[in-house]
């Protein structure tokens, strides 16, 4: 799948991020990836929640609401073959757009994000 790219601007850091703004794009997100940083288009305020079951690494997750300010922030591990660690990570409120990375991002929680889509 071919990814649009778009810039993600926080505070005076900017960096690159794949663009989720299609069932498709959203439903496929990192799996199956390494590195790299995706910002997902959520079509309405939700808490849905997200889960690793194909991914190899560690995420940030950054939720991000309507106004594209940071409502919260985890850190989501890999599942494995043990159901233990089969595992849904959801905010504590909800959220218009979801950063999620492979490295952990300066980013707090209550701060604004600047992208454009």
């Not at 079509?43 to 995420?59: E, F, H, N, Q, V």
């Not at 073959?81 to 409120?93: D, Q, S």
Request: aromatic share 14%; proline share 4%.
């Amino acid at each position: 799948m071919k990814y649009r790219k778009t810039e993600v601007r926080v505070g005076e850091e900017k960096f690159e991020s794949y663009l989720a703004d299609s069932f498709l794009s959203r439903f496929w997100g990192l799996s199956l990836k390494k590195t790299g940083k995706m910002l997902f288009v959520l079509p309405w305020d939700t808490k849905a929640g997200i889960d690793m079951m194909l991914l190899s690494r560690p995420l940030h997750l950054y939720f991000i609401d309507s106004e594209k300010k940071v409502v919260d922030i985890k850190k989501a591990e890999p599942w494995t073959w043990n159901p233990k660690t089969w595992r849904i990570y959801r905010p504590e409120t909800k959220h218009r757009y979801l950063l999620e990375s492979f490295e952990k991002l300066d980013i707090q929680e209550g701060d604004k994000v600047g992208f454009e889509i």
